[in-house]
């Protein structure tokens, strides 16, 4: 099924560790975004792109690193990770807007 | 930069019923885009309707419809004959035409229905 596809689905992490989430989409989208949901806190956007190779600051973009080497795919990067970065994580992606955003299931990411 | 308000406390509904989930916005943006998600517990963001701000008649996607009330800036969505299947967090969103299609959430609103 065409869609966006997140990777992995649960982490836990140590205090200090890095990791990388993986989203990959298949829709041919040029718009592909991070965020982040906390309890009450609704949906916050980390990072986005509007292009390959192009990466841009959203809300809340300290602690995290972005790349969009390829189209298809836009990796999210924590070079040391921290309780505070615990979190779910959301990838999605958008073509016109009026179609909304294609989401990924998400990545449930703890950090102890 | 955008702002959406949803404030509502935690709603139930009845089978059946209709229920309508309050958002306000706020934006100095001439044309934007106003969205609804549905968020089950099993954690998927589902996309459920769009309203541009120069539509002029409201939008309506099957039991979803939102009303658009744009001097007031508010696009409440009224879901018509709910379902169980509806339980759920529902969120509402909005992005600038000229944002590059970036969205701005709301905080939710969660409605459990009851048969």
């Known amino acids: 099924n065409a869609g966006v596809t997140q990777t992995p689905k649960f982490r836990v992490l140590k205090t200090g560790q890095s990791m990388t989430l993986l989203c990959a989409q298949d829709?041919?989208?040029?718009?592909m975004y991070w965020y982040r949901q906390d309890p009450g806190m609704g949906l916050r956007l980390i990072h986005y792109?509007?292009?390959?190779?192009?990466?841009a600051k959203g809300e809340v973009p300290d602690g995290y690193n972005v790349s969009r080497l390829k189209k298809q795919n836009f990796l999210l990067g924590l070079e040391s990770a921290a309780p505070s970065q615990t979190s779910v994580y959301f990838c999605?992606?958008?073509?016109?807007?009026?179609?909304?955003?294609?989401f990924g299931s998400g990545t449930r990411l703890t950090v102890v | 930069a955008q702002k959406i308000t949803q404030t509502q406390p935690g709603m139930f509904v009845q089978e059946k019923e209709a229920v309508t989930l309050d958002c306000t916005y706020d934006?100095?943006?001439?044309?934007?885009?106003l969205f609804w998600y549905k968020q089950p517990s099993s954690g998927e963001m589902i996309f459920l309707i769009y309203?541009?701000?120069?539509?002029?008649q409201n939008a309506t996607e099957g039991r979803y419809s939102l009303n658009f009330q744009k001097a007031r800036k508010s696009a409440n969505l009224v879901i018509s004959a709910s379902q169980l299947g509806d339980s759920a967090m529902y969120f509402c969103?909005?992005?600038?035409?000229?944002?590059?299609?970036?969205?701005?959430f709301g905080k939710g609103n969660q409605v459990v229905v009851i048969p």
């Open positions: 829709m041919n989208h040029e718009y």
């Open positions: 999605a992606s958008s073509g016109p807007l009026d179609r909304g955003y294609t």
């Open positions: 934006t100095s943006d001439p044309s934007y885009g």
């Open positions: 969103a909005m992005s600038a035409y000229y944002g590059n299609n970036r969205l701005a």
């Open positions: 309203q541009g701000s120069y539509d002029q």
């Open positions: 792109s509007v292009g390959e190779g192009t990466t």
